[in-house]
């Protein structure tokens, strides 16, 4: 829960900033002589980053945009308040992501460190489960079938249904399709058929797409 509590406290910075502001000349700045819209667009990026592409607070963010300043100020803060009360409260979905993301960290690091040592195939295979587990959540949070006739779907399959729901485009269904295929190299002890340059690849690209599609 330490990076919840990470961005409550950038969040409780960014809206005890923006407490008072003052008009100067065409510009409203902070009682620190820093810019209004400086600050509303730090204290929008701290949304962003705690909150689901289509959740509330992101729709009441947009609404703020469309504001001139101070007024987007002041709404981006309102947005900002209620945000931070919430997670403070456990009653946002984002902090189930951050635990998850908290989860990947520990199985990708672990995987860092087995490359490092030279383990190659255990690395890869680390990567490309936790990336299936990762895919099979993706299709939980975006309300995809994760199975059909009373089994599960393979990991392929949910890859593909959840480039057919738009939860992202085909380019990205190839690239998680690659990367399955050379965890299931690893898996089935085909280690000549990829070197240690893939396997820092892989573990590369799966974190960015863990990063990129929260869960």
């Known amino acids: 829960m330490a990076n ?39 204290l929008e990026a701290a949304i962003e980053r705690a909150s689901r592409p289509n959740s ?19 709404e981006v803060r309102v947005v900002a308040i209620g945000l931070r009360d919430d997670l403070v409260s456990g009653w946002v979905e984002s902090v189930v992501e951050l ?5 990947y960290r520990d199985y990708l690091e672990m995987a860092e460190q087995l490359l490092a040592k030279g383990y190659k195939d255990a690395a890869a295979v680390i990567t490309g489960t936790s990336l299936e587990v990762h895919v099979r959540a993706l299709c939980v949070k975006n309300g995809v079938a994760t199975h059909v ?13 959840l480039k057919k729901t738009n939860v992202y485009d ?8 690659a990367w399955m295929d050379l965890r299931n190299k690893a898996a089935h002890g085909d280690y000549g058929t990829y070197d240690r340059d893939q396997v820092r690849r892989l573990i590369d690209g799966v974190e960015a797409f863990m990063r990129k599609y929260p869960a």
């Open 4 to 42: 919840v509590e990470k961005v409550v406290d950038q969040l409780n910075f960014l809206i005890k900033a923006s407490e008072n502001y003052t008009r100067n000349g065409t510009r409203y700045l902070l009682e620190d002589g820093e810019d209004a819209v400086v600050l509303s667009n730090r």
């Open 149 to 161: 006739a009373g089994r599960p779907k393979k990991a392929d399959t949910m890859n593909a249904d």
């Open 99 to 103: 635990v998850h993301a908290d989860t």
């Open 56 to 74: 509330a607070y992101m729709k009441q963010l947009d609404a703020a945009r469309r504001k001139t300043q101070p007024h987007r100020l002041r």
């Open 170 to 177: 085909g380019l990205q269904q190839k690239e998680v399709t």
